[in-house]
């Protein structure tokens, strides 16, 4: 039974980023308490996601080594059901890009700076970590509202705990601290009662969210020689990308995500059209699931005073992949810092807790921001147009490289007069493409000029223009 009314952070959702975010704080020797409505054994996807490696080395993770094309000891995975380790042993590098109507590959692929990690695996030691630093844990328990001063502007806002409830006993109480955080996920569900700051509250939807879904299967060994089981990417189909990651001998990964819009394909249509042409594909699945993902941007702002939002409750997300667990485990380690400073200092205000804003923004949210604005534009695109840029070398490994990877680098000279040369025949198409490039390089160079302290005048000045960008789409 909880007795205690104050905890100097409460963290609001038991995910990667809030429950790294967690272990740290309490690392420093601060107190802390989790909330999370699943049960223990619920947390994390059913599933092996692409995470970057340098995420998973700075959270403490070792990265294993590659012999002969496959990862080897420590955290290595024996077979798909092994519940103890956290990497499966195939490794991508480089990996391999296909056109929509698989008609041509990519020449050279791309490097693929992920390892693919099994998220209840991770889910488990994160949560194992935290509780051995310290922080409590709290399944089943749900934070429903934010205490304080919540519906005035961003400068008003003063938060000051949760109101939360404990969903086995039908108990609701509430809980103070000096910091709220907001790790609920993309639903935001603390952020966005901000009623009074839209800097901070708004909520995604639209072109932000996709639908992904994958299905982990047991191959049929005698039947694998022939069968196509390249690790690949097929980018740009149906508004989205598909895949099939082979992570053991025996079992296949195949999955996709598209754009969450009217009309949309079922990605599971073409999931079984994948499945159907691989006859080594057996009907057993072995895990698998899907649901929304996060491709949008994150809000102007993530923090108010007693107030952050870290992972997809902070639209830390690679807009151009959905993948969220590295960022979202980055941003952790940076808040972790950034709150213990104002904890010691005695000052959990706006200016405090403004670093977790400008370090993230003028740094990988302004890659972030301005692939958003080339995801937009490629979304637009037909597979026949998304075909002739792969053909034509326009869209190449080079790009896609940066993008996949969660980089914008903007093309320079020889770049743009090889798409010009070779994509002349479409100049409709290289006007677009060429426009989308133009703004991202505009919002890039925006977000690095990110306010590096709060001031409302400056922060009001930014803001205004980097919607006038994002409006220009």
């Known amino acids: 039974m909880q007795t205690r009314t104050h905890y100097q952070v409460i963290i609001a959702g038991a995910g990667p980023a809030g429950l790294l975010l967690a272990k740290k704080l309490c690392e420093q020797g601060v107190s802390v308490a989790v909330y999370e409505p699943k049960r223990e054994e619920a947390l994390g996807h059913d599933w092996s996601d692409a995470v970057e490696k340098s995420a998973l080395a700075s959270a403490g993770f070792e990265i294993p080594e590659v012999v002969e094309r496959r990862y080897v000891g420590k955290w290595v995975k024996t077979d798909e059901n092994d519940p103890n380790n956290l990497f499966e042993p195939h490794c991508i590098n480089p990996l391999e890009i296909r056109s929509p109507d698989l008609s041509c590959t990519v020449s050279g692929g791309v490097a693929f700076r992920y390892i693919t990690t099994d998220r209840k695996v991770l889910s488990r030691v994160l949560a194992e970590q935290a509780t051995a630093a310290g922080a409590h844990v709290f399944y089943r328990h749900r934070v429903d509202e934010l205490l304080g001063d919540t519906a005035g502007p961003l400068e008003n806002i003063q938060v000051t705990g949760a109101q939360i409830t404990n969903l086995e006993k039908e108990r609701t ?21 901000l009623s009074g700051a839209p800097e901070i509250n708004r909520k995604f939807r639209g072109s932000e969210l996709a639908y992904a879904c994958r299905t982990v299967r047991r191959l049929d060994p005698e039947k694998t020689g022939n069968d196509d089981l390249i690790d690949h990417y097929r980018y740009g189909a149906h508004k989205g990308y598909f895949w099939t990651h082979r992570h053991h001998e025996d079992s296949l990964d195949i999955g996709g995500g598209v754009s969450e819009m009217p009309g949309r394909i079922d990605p599971m249509t073409v999931i079984t059209e994948m499945i159907n042409a691989r006859p080594s594909v057996t009907g057993e699945e072995i895990r698998g699931g899907g649901g929304a993902v996060l491709v949008g941007k994150s809000p102007f702002s993530l923090v108010a005073s007693g107030f952050l939002c870290v992972g997809d409750a902070a639209g830390q997300v690679i807009p151009t992949t959905g993948c969220g667990t590295g960022s979202a485990m980055t941003s952790a380690l940076l808040s972790a810092g950034v709150i213990g400073a104002a904890l010691k200092k005695g000052d959990c205000s706006i200016k405090a807790l403004w670093p977790c804003n400008y370090v993230w923004f003028s740094g990988r949210g302004s890659h972030f921001a301005a692939l958003s604005a080339i995801k937009d ?3 637009e695109l037909s597979h026949e147009q998304v075909t002739f840029l792969m053909e034509k070398g326009i869209m190449n490994s080079k790009m896609l490289t940066t993008a996949i990877n969660g980089l914008f680098i903007a093309p320079g000279g020889r770049d743009m007069v090889l798409s010009v040369r070779n994509g002349f025949s479409k100049p409709r198409l290289l006007l677009k493409l060429n426009r989308a490039n133009t703004i991202g390089k505009k919002i890039f160079r925006h977000y690095r000029n990110y306010p590096a302290q709060w001031d409302p005048a400056a922060f009001s000045g930014w803001t205004k223009k980097a919607r006038d960008l994002f409006e220009k789409l």
């Open 173 to 193: 109480f509430e809980m103070h601290a000096d910091v709220t955080v907001d790790a609920t996920g993309l639903g935001a569900t603390l952020r966005v009662r």
């Open 377 to 379: 534009v490629l979304q």
